[in-house]
């Protein structure tokens, strides 16, 4: 079976860290997270210093390709997809994406709930941006999830991801 990358399409905050972590349990596959990076950086720098966030990101990005193994990859890719499916087709990987398409009645509760006071600021941007993403690659999306899927998330996820193997072994 060729490697392959499970990722996600979708606004900051739209349960894209559950459903990995739900997949990873349930695949044994490793996580590459960008919040973790980014994370690490500001603790190194005291502040995000986004060049090197981005250096850290590609760097830890192409050491799961290289190294030929499936992975998560817990990031959205909605700005990043043309440059990391060219990545991922070159090395010989396929790919699953899981897209959250939710509304943005459902991303504002979310907001609410996680205390995303900043995100929820820029909240009409990050859905424009999730809009012109589906315009352009819905043809890249294994499974999209909407409102009323999100009770359901982790085990449709689970399947679709499942089902998919099952049709590429």
Known sequence: ???YCICFAGAIGSSKTPIAHYLSLKLGLPIHNNDV??????????????????????QRIGEFIQNQRPFI??????RTWTRL????????FDYFMISMDLSKERLAELYEAKSYH???????QYV???????????????LHLADEDFPERLPKSFQAVEAWLRKTA
């Open 128 to 142: 424009a941006d999730h809009d012109k993403f589906l315009a352009d690659f819905s043809g890249d999306i294994g």
């Open 37 to 58: 990076i980014r994370t690490e950086v500001k603790e190194d720098f005291g502040e995000l210093r986004e060049g090197e966030y981005e250096k850290r990101r590609d």
């Open 85 to 92: 499916k060219t990545s991922l087709i070159e090395h010989g």
């Open 118 to 124: 900043e995100s929820r600021k820029v909240l009409d």
């Open 1 to 3: 079976m060729k490697p």
């Open 73 to 78: 990859l817990d990031a959205s890719v909605d």
